[in-house]
């Protein structure tokens, strides 16, 4: 059975940085390109980034491009989101998705239930 | 980018009867090499999203036969042949033939 859970959401200050991880465990994780979806409150979806297998090649939203990096540990199966210079529009449900497809073509087949980020003063 | 409008943005079904949504995109969602990147999910109260349908018309795994998904090109829909009441909640369709990947605002389904 897939499982991923998100940690590391919370409150932190405009300006500040927060560290997202999420673990997984149900398949092999080094062969699977994984991805971060955010959705503020009451809002829609929004890809933030994505990660191949290896951790070579990355792709990020402009939104958040330059401020966060995404990472992976293959040795614990564990997903990362570093996020730097936090904004209030940064604020957001953050989903750790496991990703299905080819050629950069995915799509998100499980998601884990989120982690919760405020940036407020 | 490649923008995703569905319609509506929310529906009101009575139970057993039949809904549909559209998701039309600003690009086409076919690819050269055949095939069309267009998903749908559901997500349901306080819950994650959940995938449906994959590559324009295929069910996920333990997905109902009751939900189906048609279209082609730049116009899309899905359908609940019966709506029954766990079928609440927000449902969005989302592209994936370019990055970044983007998603429809959503269309939020209820029961009357």
């Known amino acids: 059975e897939v499982q991923l859970l998100e940690s590391g959401g919370g409150l932190v200050q405009p300006g500040g940085s927060l560290r997202l991880s999420c673990a997984a465990s149900g398949f092999t994780f080094s062969n699977i390109a994984m991805s971060w979806v955010r959705q503020a409150p009451g809002k829609g979806l929004e890809w933030v980034s994505v990660?191949?297998?290896?951790?070579?090649?990355?792709y990020y939203a402009d939104s958040v491009k330059g401020r966060f990096t995404i990472s992976r540990d293959n040795s614990e199966n564990t997903l990362n989101l570093q996020m730097n210079i936090l904004r209030a529009e940064d604020t957001a449900v953050y989903y750790c998705?496991?990703?299905?497809?080819?050629?950069?073509?995915?799509?998100?087949?499980?998601w884990g239930q989120g982690t919760l980020v405020t940036v407020s003063s | 980018d490649i923008v995703m409008t569905q319609t509506p943005l929310s529906l009101s079904v009575t139970p057993g009867q039949p809904a549909s949504i559209s998701c039309k995109s600003s690009?086409?969602?076919?690819?050269?090499?055949?095939?069309?990147?267009l998903y749908w999910y559901l997500q349901k109260p306080g819950q994650p999203p959940q995938l449906l349908i994959y590559e324009v018309s295929n069910r996920f795994s333990g997905v109902p036969d009751r939900f189906s998904g048609s279209g082609s090109g730049t116009d899309f829909t899905l359908k609940i042949s019966r709506v029954e009441a766990e079928d609440v909640g927000v449902y969005y369709c989302m592209q994936s033939i370019q990055l970044p990947w983007t998603f429809g605002q959503g269309t939020k389904v209820e029961i009357k």
């Open positions: 998705a496991k990703l299905r497809g080819l050629n950069w073509r995915y799509y998100f087949d499980y």
């Open positions: 990660i191949s297998g290896s951790g070579g090649t990355t």
């Open positions: 690009q086409s969602l076919l690819h050269s090499d055949g095939k069309t990147y």
